[in-house]
């Protein structure tokens, strides 16, 4: 079973500082994706990345896959209190499920 | 449009008394289906999942159980609860055949087993 690990856990971070989550395998990912969840609700998909070295931006945020596609970062510029939520990610193969790593809990305070 | 709609969204419920949530999802045929459950601020857990009516794969030995049927209806059981089945449990869709996709999740029940 491929794991996806991600770090931080946890961030607290200041309205207008940037920031940068990691999600890191041992496996090689077909393709990764990362969902933001905020609380008492489902997560919901923010980007679907699938090349290997490729970036993807989102406004403020960017999303890069690593060359060996084993790694994946998102990177936010200018944090703002609409960011705080849980940021997860993801990784789907052949078969018909995705893996969901083990989530980082943002909140940026005004 | 394709919606997905997830009840109850709060239970509170008896130690050893049966479990029933629902799932149902609009808009699409022969959806892939998940159920998952959340830790307080953690990842999902994969429960369950189903690629068509009646066919359920089980990814956790545990005291759920997960049936479909109908296309668009998928269903998690229990018979009897035990504390440690207190969490957030979400239910999910997906296209058939691909992940790439990404999943629509329903907004959740959260269950406290008392």
């Known amino acids: 079973t491929q794991l996806l690990e991600q770090s931080p856990q946890f961030l607290s971070i200041q309205e207008g500082e940037n920031l940068t989550v990691y999600c890191n395998s041992s496996s090689v990912f077909s393709s990764l994706q990362w969902y933001r969840q905020e609380p008492g609700e489902g997560p919901v998909l923010l980007v679907t990345?699938?090349?290997?070295?490729e970036v993807k931006k989102l406004k403020r945020l960017t999303f890069q896959f690593g060359d060996a596609r084993k790694d994946s970062s998102l990177h936010i510029t200018a944090a703002q209190p609409g960011d705080t939520g849980l940021y997860l990610c993801?990784?789907?193969?052949?078969?018909?499920?995705?893996?969901f790593g083990t989530g980082t809990l943002l909140a940026v305070q005004p | 449009s394709q919606t997905i709609h997830q009840w109850p969204a709060t239970l509170v419920q008896p130690v050893g008394s049966p479990l029933s949530l629902e799932c149902t999802v609009e808009g699409t045929s022969n959806p892939n289906l998940y159920w998952y459950r959340q830790a307080a601020g953690r990842g999902l857990q994969l429960l369950f999942y189903?690629?068509?009516?009646?066919?359920i794969s089980s990814e956790v030995p545990q005291n759920l159980s997960a049936s479909r049927p109908q296309d668009r209806q998928f269903i998690l059981s229990s018979k009897k609860l035990l504390l440690s089945d207190s969490g957030f449990y979400l239910c999910?869709?997906?296209?058939?055949?691909?992940?790439?996709?990404?999943?629509?999740f329903g907004s959740g029940t959260r269950l406290t087993v008392v």
């Open positions: 189903s690629v068509g009516i009646g066919q």
């Open positions: 999910a869709w997906s296209f058939p055949g691909a992940t790439r996709g990404g999943y629509t």
């Open positions: 993801a990784c789907g193969g052949a078969t018909n499920k995705l893996i």
């Open positions: 990345v699938v090349t290997g070295g």
